[in-house]
């Protein structure tokens, strides 16, 4: 099985995540120069899904008329990230990808992804593991600098220095506890908006919908509960994101809202209105267990929530806040629309952010369904 080691640029795992130099865009049309990106600096993020890149960040000036000449366009978009609120709006692409490991200057690996660029200076690789179209994922479309393409899938790991090894997928003999992943319904891309021939990287990978974990909460007034909720692992946080299914029976004269019993008495603490959350109480204890269901679970930790982690030996607890996520973002002010309530369900997930990987080595094979951790060594 052949992979390719892309290493971080920056060593600072909890405070950074893992980011890598790529370009985007091809550097000629037909032997005549066109405008691309070169060698950007972009955060690795498994909470998100496709490449974010300004236009200031290309090579030339560039406009997305110009853009629409070369590449595949599907419509415009708004994504939208959390707990950092921060939103890009531009058009997505379908363009080339060039990789490079840690600061070396000659490409390690070759792809195409979706790509959505945007006003400004921005250098996002969304690459999760969501159900989401594979098409949007570049790690799952990846080829070495022979042109032999990998198997879509990949290992995220902090052994040795953060990195990511493209192409490698599960097996009965890596020492991994497996996850195994159901197959979902296959999201169509957007509409395509202009006539460039459009030739998607024929690879194996497959949709899947997430794994289950469990997720138990105690406080002080609790002997507490436990939860099966979907497992999102974010290299692009520090925090915990957590957000229940239906979570919410009402609001106060001030709209503000009110969390159902899903939750522990005492398990929350102060609201924050802007950003539509609530961070936990700084007495709830929070215990997560992956794979769900596994008597000896290899990822499981408890931490109090507002504290600080121990530095030695690393810990899987988050350096960040723990959060609740609740309306407005996924239930409108009556809390009675149907449409909101099945997105509030659809995203029913505890987001463990990145710190878990300062313990396991985590593995998402696209192909045969697995995700996976074993503890780093």
């Known amino acids: 099985m052949s992979t390719v080691t892309l ?70 978009y708004t994504i939208n990230y959390f707990p950092s ?11 080339p990808v060039t990789l490079y490991s840690g600061t070396s200057t000659t490409a390690a690996a070759t792809s195409y992804g979706m790509v959505l660029v945007c006003d400004g200076s921005v250098g996002m690789m969304g690459v999760s593991a969501k159900g989401e179209n594979p098409l949007f994922n570049n790690f799952l479309q990846v080829s070495d600098t022979k042109g032999n393409l990998l198997g879509a899938g990949y290992k995220i790991t902090t052994t040795g220095g953060p ?47 997430m794994p289950p974990a469990n997720l138990s909460i105690t406080t002080t007034t609790s002997a507490g509960a436990t939860y099966t ?4 692992l974010d290299i692009g946080i520090n925090q915990v994101m957590i957000c229940m299914p239906n979570d919410i029976i009402g609001y106060s004269s001030g709209l503000t809202p009110i969390p159902s019993n899903y939750l522990p008495p005492a398990s929350l603490g102060q609201y924050d209105v802007y950003g539509a959350r609530w961070y936990f109480s700084t007495t709830a204890s929070l215990t997560v267990n992956f794979p769900a269901g596994n008597q000896t679970p290899v990822l499981s930790y408890t931490w109090t929530a507002g504290s600080t982690p121990p530095q030695s030996p690393p810990s899987a607890a988050p350096t960040g806040d ?28 505890v987001n463990v952010g ?7 080595d985590y593995i998402y094979d696209a192909v045969n369904g697995m995700m996976g951790v074993k503890k780093n060594s």
């Open 163 to 209: 990195a990511v090894i493209i192409g490698q997928l599960s097996s009965t003999t890596d020492g991994f506890q497996y996850s195994p992943l159901s197959p979902a319904t296959l999201p169509p891309l957007p509409a395509q908006t202009n006539t460039v021939p459009f030739s998607p990287v024929n690879t194996a990978a497959t949709c899947w919908t």
């Open 354 to 360: 990145r710190c878990p990987l300062n313990v396991v």
């Open 322 to 349: 723990t959060l609740y996520l609740g309306p407005p973002n996924f239930l409108s002010a009556s809390g009675s629309g149907a449409t909101d309530i099945a997105t509030a369900q659809a995203y029913a997930r």
């Open 85 to 95: 609120d921060v939103s890009h709006s531009g058009y997505w692409y379908y363009m």
């Open 229 to 232: 909720l979907p497992f999102e």
């Open 7 to 76: 290493t971080s640029n920056t060593t600072d795992f909890n405070g950074n995540g893992i980011h890598i130099y790529a370009d985007i865009g091809a550097s000629t049309y037909n032997k005549n120069p066109i405008p691309y990106v070169s060698r950007r600096d972009f955060q690795v993020d498994t909470g998100s899904s496709g490449i974010v890149v300004g236009l200031l960040d290309f090579n030339k000036p560039v406009s997305y008329d110009i853009l629409n000449k070369y590449y595949p366009c599907f419509g415009p």
